[in-house]
């Protein structure tokens, strides 16, 4: 609840005060630019039915006063009187210390290692995920959460892997078309395709976006080896701050260059960091793909030799094994993994028997609006 609301002698600020302690200061053009009525957003959408040029520059509150649970303020010149629930204020207070926190995560991100994981694996069932809302849910949450997931009981059958994006999205059709086989060939377009072991990385860094969800899943696997492993990139960076802020510092403040030339016609190029922070410090994706690295080119001579101390120290940490998870994917057997956040891997397998799995890509956009959606509709039970 709201307990005070003053606005200062010129009107451009207003200060509130809440029961728990909480106050904020809003500039009067905040507030107005994000009104709630149905003049200013539309009631079925949310949309903004107005532009900033629609506001008028001189806007200041002539008034404010708290009603209720809501506080009503009116804007000048318009003589407009609005009202915003004191929890959405709350909830969208931006008056606050900047951190200056490096590589920090939201909340809703938990890293994790090895010890934290290897016998806490999110898992469910394909039809359970189809047929119960709060099952996919909870299985979306812990995608979120944890950056993979593993899914079980999935038809053994060619393409059946899209099944798994159907239910919170669609698959992001590539060069490899939408999905793609993972199969030990001759003279193979890609090293994925051979029996040899795989060091942790990311998927496709030479794409501009990254396909930012991966889903692997197993038709058969009767060979000697092949265990699939997962580390928690995030986790890695956080180890790498605590150690040596200055490499973070250099690999994400300089770009790496990734490059894929394995197929007639296609040349994808990208230039990005290896560890990618917001501007205000927040960590939001690792490229990593040693396989796919091209020439650095964008680092400054002074700096090439540090960066690359950087660089091999971050490779280090990913293949400390108290990082990994890792586990054997059983026919009918799929995992998923941020491929924003999560490096992939697995171990070479013997040429005897058989190893097949399939790939395909998503994107994560349509896994959090379904996830977001179904928690808003989710049974009380279950939210608990």
Not at 124 to 145: C, I, K, Y
Not at 158 to 181: H, M, P, Q
Not at 185 to 192: I, K, Q, T, Y
Request: charged content about 25%; aromatic content about 8%; overall charge negative.
């Amino acid at each position: 609840m709201l307990s005070k609301a003053r606005v200062n002698a010129a009107g451009s600020e207003l200060e509130l005060h809440w029961a728990d302690g909480a106050q904020a200061r809003f500039h009067a053009m905040w507030l107005r630019d994000n009104a709630l009525d149905d003049k200013t957003r539309s009631a079925g959408n949310g949309q903004r039915l107005v532009t900033i040029l629609d506001i008028p520059a001189a806007t200041k509150i002539s008034a404010a006063e708290i009603v209720g649970g809501t506080l009503r303020v009116t804007f000048t010149p318009e003589n407009k009187s609005v009202t915003f629930p004191a929890d959405w204020l709350h909830n969208h207070r931006y008056d606050r210390k900047p951190s200056d926190a490096i590589a920090w995560t939201s909340p809703a991100i938990t890293r994790w290692t090895g010890a934290d994981m290897q016998a806490n694996v999110p898992r469910a069932r394909l039809s359970d995920m189809q047929q119960n809302r709060d099952t996919l849910a909870h299985w979306l949450g812990a995608v979120e959460r944890y950056g993979f997931a593993v899914v079980e009981g999935v038809p053994t059958t060619s393409g059946a892997l899209c099944d798994i994006v159907k239910t919170f999205g669609y698959v992001r059709e590539t060069n490899y078309g939408r999905w793609f086989e993972v199969k030990a060939e001759v003279n193979p377009s890609n090293l994925a395709y051979t029996n040899l072991g795989l060091q942790a990385h990311t998927d496709n860094p030479y794409r501009d976006p990254v396909p930012t969800l991966q889903i692997l899943s197993c038709l058969e696997n009767t060979v000697d080896g092949g265990e699939s492993t997962v580390v928690d990139a995030f986790a890695v960076v956080a180890a790498l701050q605590a150690e040596n802020p200055k490499a973070v510092e250099l690999l994400s403040g300089f770009p790496a260059r990734y490059e894929y030339a394995g197929s007639n016609g296609v040349r994808l190029r990208a230039k990005r960091p290896m560890i990618e922070l917001g501007p205000d410090g927040e960590l939001l994706a690792i490229r990593f793909n040693n396989r796919s690295a091209a020439p650095t080119e964008d680092v400054p001579f002074e700096a090439m030799a540090s960066w690359y101390e950087a660089y091999r120290r971050l490779a280090e940490l990913i293949e400390d094994k108290r990082f990994e998870v890792s586990f054997k994917l059983a026919p009918g057997e799929a995992f998923i993994v941020d491929n924003t956040r999560i490096l992939h891997a697995r171990t070479a397998f013997s040429g005897h028997g058989s190893r097949w799995l399939q790939g395909c890509y998503a994107d994560k956009d349509g896994l959090l609006s379904t996830l977001a959606s179904l928690v808003e509709t989710q049974s009380p039970k279950a939210a608990e």
